[in-house]
């Protein structure tokens, strides 16, 4: 048996979490696949899979295989390209990562529009709240929220985005006035882990190198953002987000932020590639797509939530009476 072919079923295996997912993805029986893992898994020496009735789970093993499967994989797609050099199109399957709420949200209608328009284009679009590894995992392109370090990927700036607080106008009418962070202290606070579950923290003051932590008993902790967005708009407390996970809100009236001027800086988003991945048509073309329509994206929510409450009551009523 061809040990390359073998690594696809392998690789397929696992990203799709079953041998019958990986026979149908590749077009070939369920016996087929057994018989390709068993051919790797004799030629390394090593069990690379647990196999059960219900799931695979890779093995020590099968995690360092499978990560080398993919780069000898990633690899061979490029000599081919470079070999094809202009003739090339855009072809097979694209993978993608983000953050949950930003990837459903946001990159996913990029990329429904994107199949549309490259009918030859598949798409992976893999959802994780988590830091994942490019390489290891098999991305093409990640939209990432952070302050990146250096390294050998390829980062194209996107925007930004802001954390916020943020409350509804019919909770802000019945609780005390919110003119400073040690004011949330006697609040209703709705908070999730990621953002503090039971403190924030605000730059120093002026003249000051101490940052500021207000401490508080939340009202109620999520999980999830669309929970915490969900029970703010309703009105049962002040809560912490991106600025993006509240935009429509905002837009909407149903939430106003508060706070702005004793904001953190905004936080950069970029699309990350590993080097030499722009150079694959399939790619290439995804990010020449994206590019622009996530920059018009967080230009409209920089706009949209620039300045506060207030600001935003203000543009919204120039452009209504015009």
Not at 31 to 57: C, D, M, Q, W, Y
Not at 89 to 117: C, K
Request: proline content about 6%.
């Amino acid at each position: 048996m061809d040990r390359i072919e073998a690594m696809k079923v392998f690789v397929s295996a696992v990203d799709e979490g079953s041998l019958a997912g990986a026979g149908r993805r590749l077009g070939r029986s369920p016996p087929a696949v057994s018989r390709a893992i068993a051919f790797l898994e004799a030629h390394v020496g090593t069990e690379l899979l647990h196999r059960t009735t219900r799931a695979l789970k890779l093995s020590e093993a099968g995690e360092r295989y499978v990560a080398a499967c993919r780069r000898v994989l990633v690899d061979l797609e490029e000599a081919d390209i470079a070999a094809a050099g202009e003739r090339a199109a855009p072809r097979g399957t694209l993978t993608l990562t983000a953050p949950i709420i930003t990837g459903e949200d946001l990159l996913r209608p990029v990329v429904d529009n994107f199949m549309n328009d490259y009918p030859a284009v598949s798409v992976r679009l893999l959802l994780f709240d988590r830091q994942v590894n490019l390489i290891d995992e098999g991305i093409d392109v990640a939209l990432r929220i952070a302050h990146l370090a250096d390294s050998n990927f390829v980062a194209i700036r996107l925007g930004e985005v802001r954390r916020v607080i943020a409350a509804s106008p019919a909770y802000l009418a019945r609780h005390p006035t919110i003119n400073e962070p040690a004011d949330l202290a006697k609040q209703q606070i709705v908070s999730m882990t990621h953002f503090g579950q039971d403190s924030w923290s605000f730059p120093p003051l002026k003249n000051s190198s101490v940052p500021r932590t207000v401490r508080f008993t939340p009202r109620l902790i999520v999980n999830t953002v669309r929970a915490a967005v969900a029970s703010a708009a309703e009105g049962s407390g002040v809560t912490r987000l991106f600025s993006y996970h509240i935009a429509e809100e905002i837009r909407g009236g149903r939430l106003q932020i508060l706070l702005d001027k004793d904001e953190h800086p905004p936080l950069p988003v970029h699309l990350l590639a590993p080097q030499g991945r722009l150079s694959v048509p399939k790619v290439r073309a995804f990010v020449d797509y994206a590019v622009p329509r996530l920059k018009r994206y967080f230009e409209r929510l920089s706009h949209d939530t620039k300045g506060g409450a207030d600001s935003i009551r203000s543009r919204r009523g120039r452009v209504s009476a015009d």
